[in-house]
């Protein structure tokens, strides 16, 4: 990555700030945040990561609104999704022109004790992912929580995207150490849920599924985005738990996720999948102009 990455604080993501501006861009290489954040401390904020495709933000309204869903479901003060798209706006400004930016908004509960949120936005250049848009193996492994996690355990969190990342980055990490490149979580009572940071896509002949939320998945931006392209092209979408197993035998599945996009699994567990590479580049196309 040879460009220089773009920070923008937005003090005034709630809508009012000290000093009167909202958001400004700041020193990317100098120190901004307190050793008393709880986002560092605690892991106590939430986050949406937006590719940006030559210039243009994929799927930006659908992101806020669910990094405003995340604050909800942790008790955040309510984010003003305006000031964001505008501190969005500059953060993407103030970028050299690249093909492909990963732009990251994270809002934590702030210092500890003040009450007052931390927020920011990061823009880089993204990494390389032709070689995953390709295809990937994956590993199954469990998360550890029932498909019914959200109605028994809703103080777990599950849907939200939050900073607590530890879990899934470890995840990824076995998945390596098997010789795959990425996972696919399995709740405790045995169903395919979502990747670390990805959602899953299957097909099924003519139709697509995606994993319910009632699962306790993260709702996914770029699968709402397909399942329109899909039906609009006159094929069924929907929601359905499947077991491995069912994902194995499928007619191919998916992993997307909002900066590699599309990732279509050759492998899982090191048996093979199905891979249609005209219609992956089709969704491909799709998810870049979204």
């Not at 028994?152 to 990342?165: E, M």
């Not at 490149?181 to 697509?208: I, K, M, N, Q």
């Not at 993260?218 to 399942?227: I, P, R, W």
């Not at 035998?249 to 279509?264: F, I, Q, Y």
Request: hydrophobic share 45%.
């Amino acid at each position: 990555m040879s460009a220089q990455p773009v920070l923008v604080l937005v003090p005034g993501v709630t809508g009012a700030s000290a000093d009167g501006a909202p958001f400004a861009r700041a020193d990317e290489a100098a120190a901004q945040l307190t050793v008393i954040d709880l986002g560092v401390t605690r892991g106590d904020g939430i986050f949406e990561t937006v590719g940006v495709f030559d210039g243009a933000p994929q799927n930006l309204g659908p992101h806020l609104r669910r990094l405003a869903r995340s604050a909800e479901m942790l008790e955040l003060p309510a984010p003003d999704l305006g000031i964001l798209e505008e501190a969005f706006a500059l953060a993407v400004a103030e970028h050299e022109d690249v093909p492909e930016l990963s732009v990251r908004v994270v809002m934590t509960r702030g210092d500890e004790g003040t009450g007052v949120p931390t927020a920011w936005i990061h823009a880089r250049e993204s990494a390389d992912w032709s070689r995953e848009r390709a295809g990937i193996r994956v590993s199954a492994l469990s998360r550890g929580l029932p498909s019914t996690v959200v109605a028994d355990s809703p103080w777990l969190l599950a849907g939200a995207k939050t900073l607590s990342y530890a879990g899934n980055m470890s995840a990824v990490r076995e998945a390596k150490r098997r010789g795959d490149d990425d996972v696919l979580f399995v709740s405790t009572d045995g169903y395919a849920l979502e990747g670390p940071t990805s959602t899953l896509l299957v097909r099924l002949g003519e139709t697509f599924v995606t994993t319910p939320l009632s699962a306790g998945v993260l709702q996914g931006t770029c699968v709402a985005s397909v399942f329109e392209m899909l039906a609009a092209a006159g094929r069924t979408t929907g929601e359905k738990l499947l077991t491995p197993a069912e994902v194995l035998a499928s007619d191919g599945a998916w992993l997307l996720s909002s900066t590699r996009l599309v990732a279509p699994i050759t492998h899982l567990d090191g048996q093979e999948l199905p891979v249609d590479a005209e219609l992956t580049a089709r969704l491909l196309a799709h998810l870049r102009g979204a």
